[in-house]
């Protein structure tokens, strides 16, 4: 299938461009088009995760503006870092108001460190990760001190990454695996090859391996008992945990994170099929992308929270991050499908994605109902038009992340 001749996805790619560089002000892009909605929730700010993911695909898309406005997000970002070396969760340039959310936004450093090196890797302009040296040192340092034991893997309270309402904390699988990432394109070849040892230890327990694994070895005594709790409280599963708290864990499926994991070499590589071929027998993408997260919480769950409970709570089951639909995420599950040799499945996937982003005359919502399909969110989604120039190149062109 030649995606080139694909109208749909040739609509889609256009729209992608034009909404990106509606999208953006001398500052660099904003999260969503500016409407009051969108500006009451300061979805008209600058976010450290959304310029980070958006700007790999502007760049990929190798359009002269978008690379640009991606390159001037960048140095956005970094102007507002904190003095202990924390990209900011959202910031407004004209105001000067950063925004660290409640427990903070572990993974805007994630992104922004990811979506640099990419720019250097593809731009051509070499001058800026330079000139940002200092920067880079402080927001990597920043990092490391979330590793609060030791042990190789970030540590989060709840809602500090992209879940931003959810009750996932403890070592969360999407932030470490952005963290293993990372570390990685970093030249950190040691750190990271611990984070993938803990990854594949710890998220995956009933494979752990005591005699083999660096990160157990680290502390015996405190990662054999915490694995053996897991162990009891979650089934053997082909597929990543969703994030271990203190002598806890939830199995749910993170389709998001794990299709993150496949696309970043963290599983073996018959692993990374065993994952995809689990998602895809989960029958959770129908017409629109997958769900972010299955089963959804409910209320009877030991991981349902009482503000889940409040009215303007989003997170109900099969809403927001809680088993909602996301394109700019499908975008990403189409990637994923492609490293493991489905290139076809991954067509149909951005396929997918595209016809989301279609809805309501390209309006680009935020997210769907995961069993309406209802569209929901903000209006004119900077990083689902992100998402898929990404995946488009990906799949077309087999780009390296």
Known sequence: MNIEKDKLLQDCYDCSLKLLKKNS????????TPTAASREKLYSNIFGRDAGICALGMVASNDEKLVGIAKQSLITLAEHQSVLGEIPSSLDPITGQNSYYFLGSVDSNLWWLIALDFYTRYSGDHDL????????????????YQDQNNDGLLEQGEACGWTDDMPDNGRVLYTNVLWHKMLSLYGR??????ARDGLNNLFL????????????????????MEIRIIQEFVDDLPYYLHYVGYKQASDRLDVYANSLAVLFDIPTPAGQKAIMRHIGNKKISRKYPVQVLTPPIVPKDFDWRPNMDRAECANKPFGYHNGGVWPYAGA?????????????LAIKELRKAALANKRNNWEFNEWFHGKTMK???MVGQSWNAGAFLLAYHYIQENIKL
Do not use: C, Q
């Open 189 to 194: 070849t040691n750190e990271s090859e611990l």
């Open 129 to 144: 990760k330079l000139k940002l040296l200092r920067i880079i040192k402080r927001a990597v340092l920043w990092l490391r």
């Open 332 to 344: 990403f599950y189409a990637m994923a499908l492609y490293k493991v040799g489905k290139r076809e």
């Open 375 to 377: 569209p929901m969110g």
């Open 205 to 224: 327990p009933h494979a752990a391996d005591s005699n083999k694994s660096e990160f157990i070895k680290r502390d015996p005594h405190h990662r054999e």
């Open 25 to 32: 002000n001398k500052y660099g892009l904003m999260a969503s």
